[in-house]
T-cell receptor, first 109, second 115 residues
Framework: GENVEQHPSTLSVQEGDSAVIKCTYSDSASNYFPWYKQELGKRPQLIIDIRSNVGEKKDQRIAVTLNKTAKHFSLHITETQPEDSAVYFCAVADEKLTFGTGTRLTIIP | DTAVSQTPKYLVTQMGNDKSIKCEQNLGHDTMYWYKQDSKKFLKIMFSYNNKELIINETVPNRFSPKSPDKAHLNLHINSLELGDSAVYFC??????????????FGPGTRLLVL
């Protein structure tokens, strides 16, 4: 089955700086890659996704890049703010979501 | 926010008991899921139903039995609860596999604590 690795497991960033989270996957047939943000005690919520026919997608301060050949994709958050503090999960989707192990992002004011 | 709802939100029970968690979605989606999030925050698929039919069962013990009375509801019954069942259980739904419909939406979670 699909195997998704995510790094780093924890990340502390000064407010205003950028944060990057990276994921690799194993199944080259995968073609949909969502990112979820989970705040403490809350449900995972989709923040951005990318399909295999594009290499990059941006939504305000959040961007995702995908390298299908290398089977890795990354989340980039620019101009980080305290409310970006959360656990972020990458996922690879077919008939189910296979999640990465999560990154706990802490924004230091 | 009420698109995917779960009850109860919290469940504290003794080992050996039987309990149920209910999930409902009002998005008109065909596919529903149960995921388990353990204490280390790992999120893992348990079951998936499409139009009331089981399509994914990820080697979950037989003590866990999902039931889908209609495509808007997916319930999870757990028999003979064990300490290791303590986790947060999330229900999710998805419109389909076509582009634009593959996003999964999660319920608020049910925090199960087995004592």
């Amino acid at each position: 089955g699909e195997n998704v690795e995510q790094h780093p497991s924890t990340l502390s960033v000064q407010e205003g700086d950028s944060a990057v989270i990276k994921c690799t996957y194993s199944d080259s047939a995968s073609n949909y890659f969502p990112w979820y943000k989970q705040e403490l005690g809350k449900r995972p919520q989709l923040i951005i996704d990318i399909r295999s026919n594009v290499g990059e997608k941006k939504d305000q301060r959040i961007a995702v890049t995908l390298n299908k050949t290398a089977k890795h994709f990354s989340l980039h958050i620019t101009e980080t703010q305290p409310e970006d503090s959360a656990v972020y999960f990458c996922a690879v989707a077919d008939e189910k979501l296979t999640f990465g192990t999560g990154t706990r992002l802490t924004i230091i004011p | 926010d009420t698109a995917v709802s779960q009850t109860p939100k919290y469940l504290v029970t003794q080992m050996g008991n039987d309990k149920s968690i209910k999930c409902e979605q009002n998005l008109g989606h065909d596919t529903m899921y149960w995921y388990k999030q353990d204490s280390k925050k790992f999120l893992k698929i348990m079951f998936s139903y499409n139009n009331k039919e089981l399509i994914i069962n990820e080697t979950v013990p037989n003590r866990f039995s999902p039931k889908s009375p209609d495509k808007a509801h997916l319930n999870l019954h757990i028999n003979s609860l064990e300490l290791g069942d303590s986790a947060v259980y999330f229900c999710a739904s998805r419109g389909g596999a076509t582009i634009g419909a593959e996003t999964q939406y999660f319920g608020p979670g049910t925090r199960l604590l087995v004592l």
